[in-house]
């Protein structure tokens, strides 16, 4: 490219940006004609008038861009994040555009996490008007009989014994959406089903131990308030005393 041409687009540059600078001037003079304070148009210059600064390293702090972070260090006060501002719009969290995600971490300092609360008072509070609801689904169009609907356990991290020691889970009894509920006990690690009411509403009492009177259950092992069931016909379940 030839100097004098250099020149010419160096030159038409410049004056953009004289004009620029002159249409700005103008408008903040403008608007100081017309705010009682001077601060005031200096707000409305610095987050409306002055072009946007998106960099990709994101360096000051009161950058423009920074308007739509949850957290920056320094940064003093609670927030609120909203995904939208019409109505049904959705806020959504995930860990990477990526397709092998990672983990949404909340809390992982300490702290309680609410839902339809703001003053949570437990590590997981949801609460509603009309009563709380949680679910469990299975994204499967092919469940089959002892497959896990949903479950919840219970995990000690004691070091005599750490893993799961309790659960209570839904099981599917069928192939046709039958479902019962099933309670397990144990120890860390090993957590063993002991009461199940089937989905007809049966109480199974199939894994209960299995002992002739209450003195053999005792040297079974088991203690007061514990049950067993004596296997006869009738198939009698009894409690420890």
């Known amino acids: 490219m030839a100097i004098n041409e250099l020149e010419a687009r160096l030159l038409k540059r410049i004056r953009e940006l004289e004009a620029k600078v002159d249409f700005l001037g103008r408008a903040f003079n403008n608007l100081s004609s017309r705010m009682a304070s001077k601060s005031q148009v200096k707000g409305i210059f610095d987050t409306i008038i002055l072009p946007l600064d998106h960099g990709k390293d994101l360096i000051g702090q009161e950058d423009d861009d920074h308007a739509g972070y949850p957290w920056m260090l320094g940064r003093a006060g609670s927030q609120s994040i909203n995904g939208g501002v019409a109505a049904s719009e959705d806020l959504t969290l995930d860990s990477t555009a990526h397709a092998t995600k990672g983990d ?104 209960l131990p299995v002992y002739a009177n209450n003195a053999a259950a005792i040297t079974g ?3 007061a308030g514990n049950l067993y069931r004596t296997n006869g016909d009738p198939d009698t379940v009894c409690i420890v005393h």
Do not use: C
């Open 104 to 207: 949404v971490i909340i809390q992982p300092s300490g702290g309680n996490v609410g839902i339809g609360t703001s003053s949570p008072d437990s590590q997981l509070h949801v609460e509603h008007i009309t009563g709380a609801v949680q679910r469990m689904t299975r994204k499967d169009d092919a469940v089959g009989t002892d497959d896990i609907v949903g479950r919840i356990e219970f995990e000690t991290q004691d070091s005599g014994s750490p893993g799961i020691a309790a659960y209570i889970q839904g099981i599917a009894e069928g192939t046709s959406g039958e479902v019962g509920l099933s309670l397990a006990t144990g120890v860390g690690g090993l957590a063993v089903e002991r009461l199940r009411i089937t989905n007809t509403g049966i109480f199974d009492i199939a894994s």
């Open 221 to 223: 092992g088991l203690t």
